[in-house]
């Protein structure tokens, strides 16, 4: 019988986390094809939150104190945002391009922190921006010139909004709720915020949420393993972080997901880049890898710090 040490359990629900990521990102791509970008991120949510509640009926649902409902707000508000953006950019562009505009994350962490706490910018956050910067406009050449794509800018604003949700992650992981409770009311939060922007988008014809879009047995069959997997991804990446040692000990790992999209690219996709695409999608990547791995010496912390922190 294989066992698991306490060791590696962080990696385990890491690595658990990282690859629902991305055959969530693969199932999006396929829904995309079928539902509108309101629509599609508002599902995203409700369908995991609805899950959720329905598991926590059965057990016991707490209801998040004051300042643990700011929180989840906050973290809420991010992961609206951050996949109204991303389901946008996946629709104009490849799996791989938007999971790595997605994974720029760690490289704007630094940037919220000095827009909400007042620290100042470390040089070497500066030099990862601009490289970031100088990724995407290669990225935007199709080998003849630049082309102007907006669809970028809104796949780096995903990984903005993505650093905020993983601020808020981190801190929710360290309370007393669980990973279910945390991400049930952060689900719910977030369905309920995204409602009125689908209901003005279909405002003309409430009913054309459905008849608008093509909904058959596939599509609400990869609704629901969507929904499941979006589960998964949360509350193991709770368990990750509450169960790790340190930051620097899950931080490799969360490229992993890169990793198993540009298995589904290649498996499902026949997407050619360019010489020019294939070193702006590299420079990205390493820079945000190496912002992950070696992050400024001002903001590794402890968890007893993190803890006092968050409290």
Known sequence: MIKISLTHTPVFYMLSSTLSLSVTGLLTKFLSESLDVTTLAFLRFALPALFIFSILIFTKIRTPNLAMAKLLVVRALCIGACQLCFIYALNKLSLVESAVLFGTGPVFIAVLEKILFNIKL???????????????????SDGSGFVVKPELLVGLLAGFFNAGSQLSLYKASKTEMSGLETNAWTFGIASLILLP?????HWTSPVSIFSDNAVNTG?????????LLIIN?????????????????????????????????????DVDFSHTQLLGLMLIVITSVLTTV?????VIISHKEKSSVAG
Do not use: C, E
């Open 122 to 140: 470390h040089w070497s956050t500066i030099v990862a921006l601009f490289m970031t910067f100088i990724g995407v406009v290669t990225l935007a």
């Open 197 to 201: 922007i689908v209901t003005f988008s």
């Open 219 to 227: 599509v609400l069959l990869a609704l629901a393993i969507m929904a």
């Open 233 to 269: 991804t949360q509350v193991s990446r709770h368990k990750a972080y509450s169960t790790a040692d340190s930051n620097s000990q899950l931080a490799p790992l969360i490229y992993s997901n890169l990793a198993f999209t540009a298995l589904w690219q290649f498996l499902v996709f």
């Open 294 to 298: 070696f992050p400024p010496q001002k």
